[in-house]
C-alpha cells in the first residue's frame, strides 16, 4: 500500500539552527500538507501546497517557516531559526485532491529543540 | 467559529466490551467530519469518514459513527474492542473554504485491558 514516508524520524537542535524536514508524498498526489503537534496539544495546520505554491497558510507558519518541493518527489518543510516552541511532532500528508480527498499521514517527525 | 470537541480525553474498556469515543463538533457548515486512530509510532490513519451520505458510517477494523445533526455529534463506537484498538484516537473536522484544512479535536487516549 503505498504510505507518506517522512525523515528524519527524531531531530534534536539547538536554538536557532536551521532544520529541514522531509517528506515524501504518494506518488499521485497533487496536494501536500504540513501539521504539527506540540505535547500536549492539539494537531494543527501548518500549511497546504498545490501547483508549487502555497495554497493556504496557518497563523503560525511565519516568515520562519517555508515549504518546498525541489524535485518532484521531496516535500520539505525548513524552519530557519529554531525556537524552543518550534518542539513538536510534524506531520506530512498529501492527497489526490484538494477538497474531497482523504488525507493520507507520514508516521512524523519529532523536533526538539534545545 | 469551527471546532471539534472530544469530550474524554482518556477511556479505559476490557477486552470485548464496547467502545464509546464521544465527538462534538461546532460548523454554521454542513460538515465533513473524520476519525482518525494513531497507534504509537506510527502515522494518523483514516477510520472513516462522514461526507453528507448515510448518516451511519462504518470504517475499518469494525468501527462506526453516527452523524446526528441535532446533537452535533459524531460518536465512535465498536461493539467488541480488541487489544489491537488501544491507540490514540483524533474526531476532525474538515474546515470549509477548501484547501483541506483539517481542524482536529485534543485527540482520546483508549486503553484495552485483558
Known amino acids: 500500500e503505498p504510505e507518506v514516508t517522512q525523515t528524519p524520524s527524531h531531530q534534536v537542535t539547538q536554538m536557532g539552527q536551521e532544520v529541514i524536514l522531509r517528506c515524501v508524498p504518494i506518488?499521485?498526489?497533487?496536494?501536500f500538507y504540513w501539521y504539527r503537534q506540540i505535547l500536549g496539544q492539539k494537531v494543527e495546520f501548518l500549511v497546504s501546497f498545490y501547483n508549487n505554491e502555497i495554497s493556504e497558510k496557518s497563523e503560525i507558519f511565519d516568515d520562519q517557516f517555508s515549504v518546498e518541493r525541489p524535485d518532484g518527489s521531496n516535500f520539505t518543510l525548513k524552519i530557519r531559526s529554531t525556537k524552543l516552541e518550534d518542539s513538536a511532532m510534524y506531520f506530512c500528508a498529501s492527497s489526490e485532491q484538494s477538497n474531497t480527498g482523504e488525507l493520507f499521514f507520514g508516521e512524523g517527525s519529532r523536533l526538539t529543540v534545545l | 467559529a469551527q471546532s471539534v470537541t472530544q469530550l474524554d480525553s482518556h477511556v479505559s474498556v476490557s477486552e470485548g466490551t464496547p467502545v464509546l469515543l464521544r465527538c462534538n463538533y461546532s460548523?454554521?457548515?454542513?460538515?465533513?467530519l473524520f476519525w482518525y486512530v494513531q497507534h504509537p509510532n506510527k502515522g494518523l490513519q483514516l477510520l472513516l469518514k462522514?461526507?453528507?451520505?448515510?448518516?451511519l458510517v462504518k470504517g475499518i477494523n469494525g468501527f462506526e459513527a453516527e452523524f446526528k445533526k441535532s446533537e452535533t455529534s459524531f460518536h465512535l463506537t465498536k461493539p467488541s474492542a480488541h487489544m489491537s484498538d488501544a491507540a490514540e484516537y483524533f474526531c476532525v473536522l474538515r474546515a470549509s473554504g477548501g484547501y483541506n484544512k483539517l481542524i482536529f479535536g485534543a485527540g482520546t487516549r483508549l486503553a484495552v485491558h485483558p
Open positions: 462522514y461526507t453528507s451520505a448515510a448518516t
Open positions: 506518488s499521485n498526489h497533487l496536494y
Open positions: 460548523s454554521s457548515y454542513s460538515p465533513s
